[in-house]
């Protein structure tokens, strides 16, 4: 594999991306709702560029993850946050890294708790194809293939930047 691609190009094409997509569906209020912690600063970083009057707000699936017992509780939960109602809502998505695509199940679960959106577009820096499950990313940064035993991150808050990992389980 190449060197890792830079964040803000990314940022730059999926706010293009994203624009269009709502164009083209006529959805002119959106909700941004970003996954901790990653997919929290890429929807903040796209909500800036795309819709900044839209609300924003944040899930962390923690107890909605099909390997909690396995794995138990994370060292850090903090709360979800949607300060809108979701019904009948346009929802945008947001998570830095598709790879399984059993955060992305997660956090529909937990969307779906809080209420009954309109539609949901998925948006996603990364796409990391190793799916489990048969998710795909609306809006996209960009794919890599990934050598063996390895994971990608983002890191931040401030610079955003894509870093390899040892995949642990």
Request: glycine share 6%; net charge negative.
């Amino acid at each position: 594999m190449s060197a890792l691609p830079e964040v803000g190009p990314l940022l730059d094409s999926m706010a293009t991306q994203l624009s269009s997509h709502l164009a083209a569906r006529q959805i002119s209020d959106p909700a941004f709702v970003g996954i901790h912690t990653g997919g929290v600063w890429i929807a903040e970083a796209l909500h800036a560029k795309v819709a900044p009057e839209a609300p924003m707000g944040t899930l962390d699936i923690a107890f909605y993850r099909d390997d909690f017992e396995q794995h138990g509780l994370p060292q850090r939960v903090r709360p979800s946050e949607l300060p809108f109602s979701v019904d009948d809502r346009h929802i945008v998505l947001v998570d830095d890294v598709l790879m399984t695509g059993r955060t992305i199940r997660a956090a529909l679960n937990e969307l779906f708790d809080y209420g009954r959106p309109a539609s949901v577009t998925f948006a996603t820096l990364i796409d990391v194809d190793a799916r489990q499950l048969p998710i795909r990313a609306d809006i996209l940064g960009a794919s890599l293939a990934l050598p063996a035993g390895q994971r990608v991150k983002l890191a931040g808050p401030s610079p955003l930047h894509l870093t390899l990992t040892a995949a642990t389980d």
